[in-house]
C-alpha cells in the first residue's frame, strides 16, 4: 500500500523515531480546474465591484467640476442677461468685452501682475530650492520647515501680516504708501512657497553624478547648473511657474489688502480681475461679459496644461530612449 504522508507531524517516511502508530497518513487531491474556476468567481466579481465604484466615482468627480465650466462657456455665446435663456448664437459679448475699458484695464493689471510675480517667485524659488537642497541636514530641514508654513497658512493671515509689515516698515521709514510694489511683493510671499514645492521633487529625483560629472569634465560649478541642473529640473521649473501664474490671477484676499494706485489704474487702486468682479457684484448683477472672459481664461489655462503635458512626455519618451541605448 502506498500512502502519501503529510509533513505535518515534522518527520519524514525514513525517519527511524516514527513509528507506525504515530504517523500520520492524509490523503490529498488537486483541485480539479472547475474548481479553481468556481472559487475565483467571488473574487472577481468583488474586483468588478471595486473597479465600477472607482470609475463611477472618477466620472461624478469630473462632471462636478467641468460641468459649471461648460455651460459658462455654452452661455458664453448668446446676449442673454440671465444664465439658462438662449437668445441665439452670437459673439456679442467677446465684442463688448474687448470695448469695455474697465475690463481691459483689469484684464492689463491682472497680466502685468501675474507673469511678473510668476516670473521672480520662479527664480527664487528654483534657486532656493537648488541651495536647500545642497544645504547641510539641519539647515535643510529648518527651511524646509519655514517654507511649507505659507502653503498651510490661511491667505487672509497672510494678507493682515504683509499690511502690519508695510505699515511698521512705513513708521520707521517716515513715509508709507500701498503700490505696485507692496502688491508684487505680496504675490510673491504667496507663489514663490508653491515654486520650490514643484521644484524639490527633481532634485529628488535627478541623478546626483550628473553634476560631479560635468565638474570632472571641466564644467564651472555655473555651468554645470546651467547645462546639467536645469534642463534635469525643467518640468518641475515650468510647474511652478503655471502654478504661480494660476495663483496670481485667482487670488483676492492678498491683492485687496497690498494693492495701491499705479499701472494701468493711474492714481486710482490697482483693479484686477478679482477686485473688479468683486467689486461689480456688491452694486449690480454679474456682467454677462465676463462668461466670456472666464471661458478665455479657461482656455489660455488649458492650452497652456495641454502644452506642459505634450512637453513632458516627449522629454520622458527621449530619456527612456537615452537610457536605451546606453545599455
Not at 147 to 153: A, D, E, G, K, L
Not at 276 to 287: A, N
Request: net charge positive.
Amino acid at each position: 500500500m502506498v500512502n502519501e504522508i503529510t509533513e505535518t507531524s515534522g518527520k519524514t517516511p525514513m525517519d527511524p523515531s516514527m513509528n507506525t502508530s504515530d504517523s500520520e497518513v492524509v490523503v490529498t487531491k488537486a483541485p480539479t480546474p472547475r474548481q479553481l474556476k468556481a472559487a475565483a468567481k467571488p473574487r472577481k466579481s468583488h474586483l468588478l465591484a471595486w473597479q465600477i465604484f472607482a470609475q463611477c466615482y472618477i466620472w461624478i468627480l469630473l462632471i462636478l467640476m467641468y460641468l459649471p465650466v461648460l455651460l459658462l462657456m455654452i452661455y458664453s455665446f448668446t446676449n442673454s442677461t440671465n444664465l439658462g435663456d438662449w437668445n441665439g448664437f452670437t459673439f456679442e459679448l467677446y465684442s463688448s468685452l474687448f470695448h469695455d475699458q474697465e475690463v481691459q484695464i483689469a484684464v492689463g493689471n491682472t497680466v502685468i501682475i501675474a507673469v511678473s510675480a510668476a516670473l521672480l517667485s520662479t527664480v527664487i524659488g528654483t534657486l532656493g530650492a537648488i541651495g536647500v537642497f545642497e544645504s547641510k541636514p539641519w539647515f535643510k530641514k529648518t527651511l524646509e520647515f519655514s517654507t511649507q508654513i505659507p502653503v498651510v497658512n490661511p491667505e487672509i493671515v497672510i494678507a493682515l501680516s504683509l499690511i502690519v509689515m508695510f505699515v511698521f516698515i512705513g513708521s520707521v521709514s517716515g513715509h508709507f504708501s500701498l503700490s505696485y510694489w507692496t502688491l508684487l511683493a505680496g504675490h510673491l510671499v504667496l507663489c514663490t512657497p508653491f515654486v520650490y514645492l514643484s521644484v524639490k521633487p527633481k532634485l529628488i529625483q535627478m541623478d546626483p553624478a550628473l553634476y560631479e560629472a560635468a565638474l570632472d569634465l571641466g564644467c564651472t560649478p555655473r555651468q554645470a547648473l546651467r547645462k546639467v541642473v536645469f534642463p534635469e529640473i525643467l518640468p518641475g521649473i515650468l510647474g511652478g511657474f503655471l502654478i504661480a501664474i494660476t495663483l496670481s490671477l485667482d487670488d483676492f484676499i492678498v491683492t485687496a489688502f497690498t494693492r495701491g494706485p499705479g499701472l494701468l489704474s493711474g492714481n486710482s487702486d490697482i483693479e484686477t480681475i478679482s477686485t473688479y468682479v468683486e467689486g461689480i457684484i456688491k452694486k449690480h448683477p454679474l456682467p454677462p461679459e465676463l462668461r466670456a472672459l472666464a471661458t478665455l481664461i479657461f482656455l489660455l489655462v488649458l492650452a497652456l496644461v495641454i502644452g506642459m503635458t505634450i512637453y513632458q512626455n516627449v522629454k520622458a519618451k527621449q530619456g527612456k530612449k537615452r537610457k536605451g541605448r546606453q545599455y
